[in-house]
């Protein structure tokens, strides 16, 4: 059957906060606490990955106490709901500093966001994939996700500009104006969700400890296959992610035009989710995203050839780039969703919680090796974050921003050949599922 639009609507809306809080984390803050908090890089980026490192202990804890949670009690919507003020909570913090916050501030804080995240992203994410056992509305579930994400981060971009604040050294007072826009929105988006989402999943767990939970990764499979290239790609998208205020305003000399970029980005990102999950439905998921993957290649293979006056062929690099990455925000997800049947036609378990808590552990993982490579390795080239380069400075830069991207993506395309779970094998798994119920 095919989902309502207001459910669809009310489950995609939190995403909205959640997706422009989290870029400013991930792209605004390390810079923010270098240029404008006087942290080094290295402490900046040590930091981050201590915090994201820590984090990783939590998905699981999370994702197999949300499978436990009785319905009664909002399996999924409970969760949520305790984790959103203290995202919110983490965000003013972060966001809001004092006056030269010290190092085990900014470690403090973002442990909080990021465990406040996992409270609300891992059970958000296992009740997506069970509003729906179709393979075609699962793509619709984690499109309007992806879109109400996307035009998150298109707000937390696009409001600052319109009030003055575009270049990338205004950062401290675009990071006010989103912490307002960010809470507000988190007070609508978790109402809306409360009133139209029904959380009535369904779970079949092991009777074991959590970390016996994670079997599902034993052994070679589909599950442990779609973990593998998204970790990969997570990583070479998180790279340029990171590095992209610096690539703008040390390559390209353009530090004003930043905040164009990243919107231009975007909007090819948020315009490209249709077209994606059209491609699901007509070639498969598996097979659209190793085509967005090789896109992506191609753009980025340009990167290093740029420089100053190079403005317009780095946009046409946003762009492309920005289509491929529509394809990431909508289709692993979609195909992770997939293998929960998958498991439970296996093992007789079904455990959407635990699966999404190894989604976000990759997640979390890919920023956290992205940052822990990218900052120490600039800090030995003796890279300047609010001064001048060396040439070996800025070689670094393009080598961590253009190039080692694409040798990641080149490698999570080697892991999705061969992907066995298409739309007719993902209709033989329910017809086995319905049968075994049956019996």
Same mark, same amino acid.
């Given at each position: 059957?095919?989902? #309502? ?50 984090? $990783?202990?939590?998905? #699981? ?8 949670? !009785? ?25 809001? #500093?004092?006056?030269? !916050?010290?190092?085990?501030?900014? $470690? ?89 989402? #029904? ?104 990167? !290093? ?70 900052? !120490? ?63």
């Amino acid at each position: 059957m095919r989902l #309502p639009a207001k459910t669809l609507f009310g489950y995609g809306a939190l995403a909205f906060p959640l997706a422009g809080c989290f870029l400013c984390l991930q792209v605004f803050l390390p810079t923010f606490y270098a240029a404008s908090m006087g942290m080094s890089l290295s402490t900046v980026g040590i930091i981050l990955m201590i915090a994201r490192f820590g984090d $990783l202990l939590t998905d #699981p804890v999370i994702g197999y106490l949300s499978d436990r949670t !009785p319905v009664r009690l909002g399996r999924r919507r409970g969760w949520v709901m305790l984790g959103l003020p203290l995202v919110g909570l983490a965000a003013w913090s972060l966001f809001q #500093p004092p006056s030269n !916050p010290g190092a085990g501030y900014l $470690l403090f804080w973002t442990t909080v966001i990021y465990l406040a995240g996992t409270m609300v992203i891992v059970p958000m994410n296992a009740w997506g994939a069970e509003l729906s056992p179709d393979y075609h509305q699962r793509s619709r579930v984690t499109g309007i996700r992806a879109l109400f994400g996307l035009l998150g981060t298109l707000a937390v971009l696009i409001v600052p500009a319109l009030l003055g604040y575009a270049d990338a050294r205004d950062l401290p007072a675009a990071l006010e104006v989103n912490t307002i826009l960010i809470l507000g929105t988190f007070c609508v988006a978790g109402v809306l969700m409360v009133l139209t989402v #029904p959380d009535r999943s369904r779970v079949s767990l092991p009777q074991t400890s959590v970390i016996a939970s994670f079997a599902v990764l034993r052994g070679s499979s589909p599950i442990r296959k779609l973990l593998i290239a998204f970790l990969l790609n997570g990583i070479s998208t998180a790279l340029p992610a990171t590095l992209f205020l610096f690539f703008v305003t040390h390559m390209l000399d353009r530090p004003d035009l930043a905040g164009l970029l990243m919107v231009c980005y975007f909007a090819s990102a948020a315009l490209s989710v249709p077209v994606w999950v059209w491609a699901a439905k007509r070639f498969g998921k598996g097979t659209s995203w190793r085509f967005a993957m090789v896109s992506a290649c191609v753009a980025f293979s340009w990167a !290093p050839f740029l420089g100053p006056g190079d403005e317009a062929i780095f946009l046409v690099l946003v762009l492309v780039s920005g289509l491929a990455a529509g394809a990431d925000f909508v289709l692993p997800a979609a195909l992770q969703a997939d293998l929960i049947d998958f498991d439970e036609m296996k093992t007789g378990y079904r455990r959407a919680g635990v699966f999404y808590a190894l989604w976000g552990t990759a997640t979390k993982l890919s920023f956290a090796l992205a940052v822990a490579i990218a900052f !120490p390795l600039l800090d030995l080239a003796g890279f300047d974050a609010d001064g001048e380069n060396t040439g070996r400075a800025l070689t670094a830069l393009v080598l961590l921003y253009g190039v080692v991207p694409i040798g990641l993506k080149l490698a999570a395309l080697a892991m999705m050949r061969g992907y066995p779970i298409t739309a007719a094998e993902h209709d033989r798994i329910l017809q086995t599922l319905a049968l075994r119920s049956a019996s």
